[in-house]
T-cell receptor, first 112, second 110 residues
Framework: NAGVTQTPKFRILKIGQSMTLQCTQDMNHNYMYWYRQDPGMGLKLIYYSVGAGITDKGEVPNGYNVSRSTTEDFPLRLELAAPSQTSVYFC???????????FGPGTRLTVL | EDQVTQSPEALRLQEGESSSLNCSYTVSGLRGLFWYRQDPGKGPEFLFTLYSAGEEKEKERLKATLTKKESFLHITAPKPEDSATYLCAVSTSGTYKYIFGTGTRLKVLA
């Protein structure tokens, strides 16, 4: 099993550009999450999903959108990128809402 | 407000010098507490899950314990390869969200 995979690994965006961060898991997990990690700030939840077709906001959803059309995929969309969105983004998945989460390798995004 | 606090922020140990990392939490209803290890430039890697006060889990040089207010990650005779950031997270009643602490950066010197 590949686990949780994320693409791209690195990306530089200009202010106002848009992009989609891809996340795929092959463990048949129902629960998937998107976090951002800023230096010294810990992991902040952006959006999460409890199954295909069901998504909900986390702590810091502004400026982002998600969709969950399949169990495997949970893409994160950035519209009109801003410098405040410079961060490392992690996708994670779990069996239930009370099990350990498995994380992807992350996407390092810089907005200039 | 639900909160998770980890201490210390950073810790430097000599190889073989045992110590403990702390994760204190104030939540409305704890369902589970999780410990992760994160190496630079990588995603967090799961270590332990604890569900009830008094529970303990061990793996090699690491041992996690849980009380009603906090959890400890004990590191016995650490080696340089144990150097990493250790994250604590909790899941709470009534939500599918996990709350993460800001982590403890551990450096073990040879």
């Amino acid at each position: 099993n590949a686990g949780v995979t994320q693409t791209p690994k690195f990306r530089i965006l200009k202010i106002g550009q848009s992009m989609t961060l891809q996340c795929t898991q092959d463990m048949n997990h129902n629960y998937m999450y998107w976090y951002r990690q800023d230096p010294g700030m810990g992991l902040k939840l952006i959006y999460y999903s409890v199954g295909a077709g069901i998504t909900d906001k986390g702590e810091v959803p502004n400026g982002y959108n998600v969709s969950r059309s399949t169990t495997e995929d949970f893409p994160l969309r950035l519209e009109l990128a801003a410098p405040s969105q410079t961060s490392v983004y992690f996708c994670a998945s779990s069996w239930t809402g009370n099990n350990e989460q498995f994380f992807g390798p992350g996407t390092r995004l810089t907005v200039l | 407000e639900d909160q998770v606090t980890q201490s210390p922020e950073a810790l430097r140990l000599q190889e073989g010098e045992s110590s403990s990392l702390n994760c204190s939490y104030t939540v409305s209803g704890l369902r589970g507490l999780f410990w992760y290890r994160q190496d630079p430039g990588k995603g967090p890697e799961f270590l332990f899950t604890l569900y009830s006060a008094g529970e303990e889990k061990e793996k090699e040089r690491l041992k996690a314990t849980l009380t009603k207010k906090e959890s400890f990650l004990h590191i016995t005779a650490p080696k340089p390869e144990d150097s990493a950031t250790y994250l604590c997270a909790v899941s709470t009643s009534g939500t599918y969200k996990y709350i993460f602490g800001t982590g403890t950066r551990l450096k073990v010197l040879a």
